[in-house]
């Protein structure tokens, strides 16, 4: 194994895997610095989950290596993995994952209570970001109570409450109607850059990619130098935007 740049805080190198005999990815290598917002771009079904469940310790890539902050992931044992994931990382998925038996709050503070912290502490955090995300007077609804655009902000808030290093988000606001994406998105990418937090974003909008500091095309399981996203504002995806790296 050859050690990472100490500049990244996110290394892969050749990643390969498979889902079922398909391939997911081909061989992709990147490296990802600190604080940066880099956007995983390209179509449905060109590998980004799969990349981002591989950098984020979910998947064990059949072959290849990732590294954070210069220790190898791919190495760990699950319950590593399972810690690092908890103590360092914040996940968005595309629904929202929320636990139907805990209120607004507690969901949000869910990462903090994990770690250890005191129910006040932990109520205190999770308000601030709830606050932030304009959702604080839902804080004691559960989950079946809420719109769908009002949980996805709990799922933004749950990632950013405990201050992680990195956060993935995989098509974090694609249930979202155009308002609340751009709320939502505003506070992501100005938590994390006033909070020097790393976001690896996958995305198939042109506009949301627009957002980040650099931005990876992705097609069919491969880095490409570019890639064709359908234009946001039209419903019928027929103008599109072609990004670069």
């Not at 209120?103 to 502490?121: D, F, K, Q, V």
Request: aromatic content about 4%; charged content about 20%.
């Amino acid at each position: 194994m050859v050690a990472p740049p100490d500049n990244d805080v996110i290394w892969a190198r050749s990643l390969q895997h498979s889902h079922n005999g398909s391939p997911a990815l081909g061989g992709v290598s990147l490296g990802i610095r600190e604080g940066e917002i880099l956007s995983v771009t390209g179509p449905r079904g060109s590998g980004k989950t799969t990349l981002l469940h591989c950098l984020s310790g979910q998947l064990v890539p059949e072959r290849g290596e990732v590294w954070f902050n210069s220790v190898p992931v791919h190495t760990m044992g699950p319950r590593l993995r399972e810690r690092l994931r908890r103590d360092k990382f914040g996940w968005i998925a595309p629904e929202p994952q929320l636990v139907p038996e805990l209120n607004t709050w507690e969901n949000t503070a869910l990462p903090l209570l994990l770690r250890g912290a005191s129910h006040r502490e932990a109520k205190k955090a999770a308000m601030e970001w709830l606050e932030r995300l304009d959702i604080g007077m839902c804080a004691k609804q559960r989950p079946h109570t809420l719109q769908q655009s009002q949980r996805q902000r709990i799922s933004v808030a749950r990632a950013l409450v405990a201050g992680p290093s990195v956060i993935f988000a995989d098509e974090p606001t694609a249930t979202l109607h155009r308002t609340d994406r751009a709320h939502v998105l505003r506070t992501l990418t100005s938590a994390a850059r006033s909070h020097g937090i790393t976001v690896v974003l996958a995305t198939h909008d042109a506009e949301i990619a627009g957002l980040a500091d650099r931005v990876v095309p992705m097609l069919d399981g491969r880095r490409v130098s570019t890639v064709a996203l359908p234009a946001e504002s039209d419903p019928e995806g027929r103008a599109a935007c072609s990004l670069s790296v």
